[in-house]
């Protein structure tokens, strides 16, 4: 696992504050002026990809909450949310071809958002659970952040799977509140209030439905935005540097762990430690990316199954044929033809 900045250096993307932007002038709040006050300049909203630190973020919700004295004003922040605020992550997800493949990207990308939290998906015997991690030490962001995040990520389900889409389970760490009916009229799922963190579980059956919003060549063109917008942000960010190279030189073959360090211009041992210390290792990253790319190809019709396993690097379609049902339970062919009924080459342009 990834380790987080601390509060000190922490950054978070300032596009998605639009959305608070949005919900402070539908109550006739001068939104421009709360952000001045809090040491943010809005005319940063108008510069792609433009971070202001952390601390800045912190200070602007706690005076949004205090400026509407509403504990539930979180909500009314995720309605707001559209995707398109969201740098190229927002693409990646409106463009994924199921909810568990975008929720899988939203949490490797989780730091495209901010460098102080971190999400996590696991598979427990009533279904996935996405769930949000913020760091122990520094201040501490309001709970409404909490609650607009878990908000948004309903929202974005709701876009793409469609308004029926409901959690099993939603957890949050705030006591119940005054305004809990508001949750429950916008999540429409059990509430578990004082819990260890925030969350969502999903079912199996929801989260693998094929999306008619699915867009491989868009999903696959921001993800590749996503890791140069990471690998820029940090350079010593050998994850995202090495999830980018194996995009570049998969269809040229299989790269090895030294071809690959060297690219990065360390030794094979540093990669490997490097590597170690995010929690992951150049085989795991290696077998993700190729089964991840191999699946967004097979949504298209235009490559043949031969063709998906050039470009995801390997040699015989017989050894493509068997790791991918390794990786997902079912063959290329059967991948293809379930997913096809839905896809829409048109589509991930709304929201």
Not at 4 to 22: D, F, G, H, I, Q
Not at 186 to 209: N, Q, Y
Request: hydrophobic share 45%; proline share 6%; with cysteine.
């Amino acid at each position: 696992m990834e380790r987080s900045k601390s509060s000190a250096t922490a950054t978070a993307l300032l596009s998605p504050s639009l959305n608070l932007v949005r919900a402070l002038e539908a109550r006739g709040i001068d939104a421009a002026a709360l952000f001045h006050a809090a040491g943010c300049d809005l005319a940063l909203l108008h510069v792609p990809g433009a971070r202001v630190p952390m601390r800045v973020i912190q200070r602007v919700w706690v005076m949004a909450e205090a400026a509407t004295a509403d504990p539930c004003f979180g909500l009314d922040v995720a309605q707001h949310a559209q995707g398109t605020t969201s740098h190229a992550l927002g693409y990646v997800w409106l463009a994924s071809a199921t909810l568990a493949e975008a929720m899988r990207r939203m949490a490797r990308y989780a730091r495209v958002l901010a460098d102080a939290w971190r999400a996590h998906l696991d598979e427990e015997p009533g279904g996935t659970r996405f769930s949000i991690v913020f760091p122990d030490e520094g201040p501490r962001l309001p709970l409404s952040v909490h609650d607009a995040l878990l908000g948004a990520l309903v929202k974005l389900c709701r876009i793409t799977y469609g308004e029926a889409f409901t959690p099993l389970e939603v957890t949050v760490e705030r006591a119940q509140p005054s305004c809990a009916s508001r949750f429950d009229e916008w999540f429409r799922a059990p509430i578990v209030w004082t819990a260890a963190r925030p969350s969502l579980l999903c079912r199996g059956e929801d989260l693998a439905r094929p999306l008619a919003t699915a867009n491989p060549d868009i999903a696959l063109a921001n993800e590749r935005v996503a890791l140069d917008y990471l690998a820029r942000l940090d350079r010593a960010d050998v994850v995202s540097q090495l999830r980018r190279l194996l995009v570049e030189q998969l269809p040229s073959g299989l790269p090895t762990q030294e071809e690959m360090a060297r690219h990065l211009r360390l030794s094979p041992r540093t990669l490997h430690r490097r590597l170690a210390e995010a929690g992951t290792s150049f085989g795991a990253l290696l077998d993700e990316t190729r089964r991840e790319l191999a699946a967004s190809y097979l949504q298209r019709s235009d490559y043949s199954v031969a063709e998906v396993a050039y470009l995801v690097g390997f040699s015989e379609v017989s050894s493509f044929n068997r790791a991918f049902r390794r990786w997902t339970g079912r063959q290329p062919s059967a991948f293809r033809r379930a997913a096809a009924p839905q896809s829409n080459p048109a589509a991930a342009t709304s929201g």
